[in-house]
């Protein structure tokens, strides 16, 4: 049974300390088989420590949630906030949409989708995280729902998208659908 300790310097709230202790246990869980009961993973506090001849008291700042960015951004472009969905986006941003089509820009994205439906939302059944080093990858899967270029509607089209966010920013996404599929029937 895994007990964890983490040092960290003071200044960290209770939200990302409740982040931090779960997803070490999560990390350690995925190695280890031990039960969720067996997992302790828990917090100390130091005034200050020394490192490379220097003096620190303070932790460096908390990323934010990035399956919330995700959210936010996903809303936003529902919403056509352009302005505002770009605001999530770093400036070497990169999505890529079913058949291959890549884009840079959110204007692309909606000349793109112009040509395939006249209005498109998503319903969310579940959004997951991953870490990969620097990068924290969110999964969001569900269903599609919207109207067709004639007017007609259409709902429950899976779809899968990925995200990629470093430093609070967006940098890819990737999108897998079966609006074509739906499309030609």
């Known amino acids: ?7 960290l310097l003071p200044g960290y709230d209770p939200d990302t300390q409740h982040r931090m202790v779960n997803r070490v246990a999560n990390a ?19 005034s200050t420590y020394r490192r490379d001849g220097k003096v620190f008291s303070g932790g460096r700042a908390p990323h ?3 399956s919330d960015l995700v959210n936010e951004f996903l809303l936003a472009m529902q919403n056509r906030d352009l302005q505002a969905a770009q605001s999530f986006l770093h400036p070497d941003f990169q999505m890529c949409f079913p058949g291959g089509v890549v884009m840079h820009a959110l ?3 909606v000349t793109w989708a112009q040509s395939r ?12 995280e991953s870490w990969q080093g ?9 269903t ?6 004639n007017g007609e509607a259409f709902a429950g089209i899976r779809f899968i998208d990925r995200f990629e966010v470093q430093d609070g920013l967006i940098t890819r996404q990737d999108v897998w659908n079966d609006l074509a599929e739906h499309r030609q029937a």
């Open 144 to 149: 599609l729902q919207g109207s067709w270029l």
């Open 28 to 46: 350690v869980r995925s190695v280890i088989a031990t039960p969720e009961a067996g997992t302790t993973v828990f917090i100390n506090e130091v």
């Open 1 to 7: 049974m895994p007990v964890v300790s983490i040092t």
């Open 117 to 128: 439906y006249s209005h498109i939302a998503k319903q969310y059944e579940r959004i997951e």
């Open 64 to 66: 934010p949630v990035a």
């Open 107 to 109: 204007a692309e994205l």
């Open 134 to 142: 620097d990068v924290t990858v969110v999964f969001c899967h569900g």
